[in-house]
């Protein structure tokens, strides 16, 4: 039954640091906008890095309307998945009907949501037995109940399934995966495999995150992960750039709505791509580091391109290589950069230079679990426009990062013939990589 099966996608939404409109969003990264600034939800002035790329005024009404009311408890992340599927549902004209709930499913990237910080650091300092310089276990269990229930519980990861579940009434397969960077581009990756396999005729798929709060900070900080330019925030992601000194923190979701193509046409939906290639593999090296050599990266991005029928070695017709752009995982790290150039490197060859890749978190920065989904957006965007974003801040070309990383200015490629297919990469923390390859959709 897979051999019979193409899967597209008819609709998709985000919220991302540089707005939630699809065109709005997409005109300031043709633009080269930075999203970076100030964190504005907490006092981090006391931080190695003091700036985010934060969602900014942010209203689940504005994508809900009164439907958002029946949310009230979703926590951030969940909210920005509710607004992004909401808007992914409506364009693939789901809105009124069209799909049998029980063959419509969920599969996200989806991250844990906000702790409440101010109570949680009330309740450690309250429990706090200073002679013992221990935590007093029952002055805990009494001061407990300052924590709120729901508050709690949405700070689960899953609960995006089940807003969004209840929202669209998706009543389908549901899960969900925490492969931190990989999240939201293996959710997809497996989401098309649920409609090959026939067990869905519609999935939505993507990914949400926000950590831009103390403890996600903390974290980062004290892996020495992200960029210090504290004041240059705008500048501070530079992917491939011989200074780049790490990423900088975003927060926001990407949702598509992915259908069998026999489904789609049946109710009369335009697809906007299809997926044609999806491959997952594991560094099984070290936790905190990459392979060196790209090992993991090469093999996803390979099976991927294996399973769409590209061969990275030949030509197309029109002189160029088989993908006309890589959606670069591209973190702004020392690491990362450098061992995704080699990979890609390895996989095409003497042709790696006249494939185009760039990173669009060197504007939205890092959305973490959400980034992925985001990313494959713009690829889509890319295909329908002919245009692809830039790489801001690419100022000093590194010896170890020598590719077409699309430079500061975005780039017109309609007259060299479009972008006909698009490679889409996310490698996350823990040695998890994964790669999505997506084809213009042509009748």
Not at 101 to 129: H, K, M, N, T
Not at 157 to 180: E, F, I, K, V
Not at 341 to 347: M, Q, W
């Amino acid at each position: 039954m897979r051999d019979e099966r193409r899967v597209v996608v008819t609709g998709m939404g985000w919220v991302t640091p540089l707005g939630s409109d699809l065109d709005g969003a997409w005109e300031a990264l043709m633009a080269g906008r930075s999203a970076a600034g100030p964190v504005l939800g907490f006092d981090a002035s006391g931080f190695a890095t003091s700036f985010a790329a934060g969602v900014r005024g942010f209203d689940l009404v504005d994508h809900m309307g009164a439907q958002a009311a029946g949310h009230a408890s979703a926590g951030r992340a969940t909210a920005f998945a509710l607004a992004a599927g909401s808007q992914a549902w409506r364009r693939a004209g789901l809105g009124g009907g069209g799909v049998d709930p029980r063959r419509a499913g969920l599969y996200l990237g989806a991250g844990e949501s906000s702790p409440d910080s101010a109570v949680f650091g009330r309740l450690c300092i309250g429990a706090w037995d200073a002679e013992a310089r221990a935590l007093d276990d029952r002055r805990w269990a009494d001061g407990s109940g300052e924590l709120d229930v729901m508050r709690e519980v949405e700070q689960e990861p899953q609960m995006a399934l089940a807003h969004l579940a209840a929202a669209l009434d998706l009543r389908g397969p549901s899960m969900n995966c925490m492969t931190a960077c990989a999240a939201s581009t293996q959710a997809i990756g497996e989401a098309t495999e649920v409609i090959l396999r026939g067990d869905a005729d519609v999935m939505v798929s993507g990914g949400c995150h926000s950590m831009i709060h103390p403890l996600g900070m903390t974290g980062f900080v004290r892996l020495t992960a992200m960029s210090t330019r504290n004041d240059d925030p705008a500048g501070a992601s530079r992917p491939f750039d011989r200074t780049r000194d790490g990423f900088v923190m975003g927060e926001g979701a990407g949702v598509l709505v992915l259908e069998g193509l026999e489904h789609a046409r049946a109710r009369g939906a335009r697809p906007l791509a299809e997926v044609v290639g999806y491959g997952s593999s594991a560094d099984a090296y070290r936790i905190t580091d990459i392979d060196p050599e790209g090992e993991g990266a090469w093999r996803a991005m390979s099976r991927a391109l294996e399973q769409a029928g590209i061969d990275p070695a030949e030509l197309g017709g029109d002189g160029r290589p088989g993908v006309h752009y890589i959606s670069a995982h591209g973190t702004g790290t020392r690491e990362n950069d450098g061992i995704e150039t080699r990979a890609v490197k390895r996989l095409f060859g003497e042709h790696a230079g006249g494939v185009p890749m760039s990173s669009v978190k060197s504007m939205l920065g890092h959305l973490i679990q959400a980034a992925g989904a985001v990313e494959l957006i713009a690829c889509i965007r890319s295909m329908q426009t002919g245009w692809l974003p830039p790489t801001i801040n690419y100022r000093e070309p590194d010896e170890a990062c020598d590719l077409d990383y699309v430079p500061n200015v975005a780039r017109d490629v309609r007259e060299a013939g479009g972008v006909g297919v698009c490679l889409s990469n996310s490698f996350g923390f823990g040695g998890q990589n994964d790669s999505v390859v997506v084809r213009r959709w042509m009748e």
